[in-house]
């Protein structure tokens, strides 16, 4: 049975930013689907499977999520408190990707239940070798091999 190419949630209020992340996430991982929100509360939405994010083939189940702290409504840090409440969610590695420098974010989202905490570089070439660290870190290999073959047909 082929497994599906793995999915990546981007919950990012910047568009530049989730744009540039989903591009990155691609180039280190040819297979690799990824699904951008532009806030907590449609993200939360997705990985709940709600409307308008219900249909898994269309909106499938992440295997990873790169999360922004500091968005409008729903914050990143709301995130990570739903996502504690849920079970079903336990195994999903959430990992924040944050331009904010203070220690007291990073140690409040891993209080929270992040799996790690980066920092959003202001270069291009690092922001693309920061999402690689995180993508090759948080999905599993096997995972990975089952994509670029998928990728390569």
């Known amino acids: 049975m082929e497994r599906a190419a793995p999915t990546l949630l981007v919950i990012e209020d910047a568009q530049d930013q989730a744009l540039l992340v989903g591009h990155a996430a691609r180039r280190c991982h040819p297979g690799l689907t990824v699904h951008v929100t532009s806030n907590g509360f449609d ?3 997705y ?3 709600i409307e308008p994010f219900e249909d898994r083939q269309h909106f499938p189940a992440p295997n990873l999520v790169i999360l922004d702290l500091f968005m409008p409504e729903v914050d990143g840090f709301s995130v990570l408190a739903w996502k504690a409440n849920r079970p079903e969610l336990a195994d999903l590695p959430i990992v924040v990707l944050t331009g904010s ?3 007291e974010d990073e140690a409040k989202a891993l209080q929270l239940g992040a799996n ?3 920092r959003k570089p202001g270069e291009l070439d690092a922001l693309a070798e920061v999402v690689k ?3 090759q870190t948080y999905i599993p290999r096997g995972v990975m091999m089952d994509a670029w073959m998928t990728a390569l047909g």
């Open 47 to 49: 990985l709940a499977g």
């Open 43 to 45: 993200g939360t939405a």
């Open 133 to 135: 660290e995180i993508v």
């Open 116 to 118: 790690g905490v980066f």
């Open 101 to 103: 420098p203070k220690p």
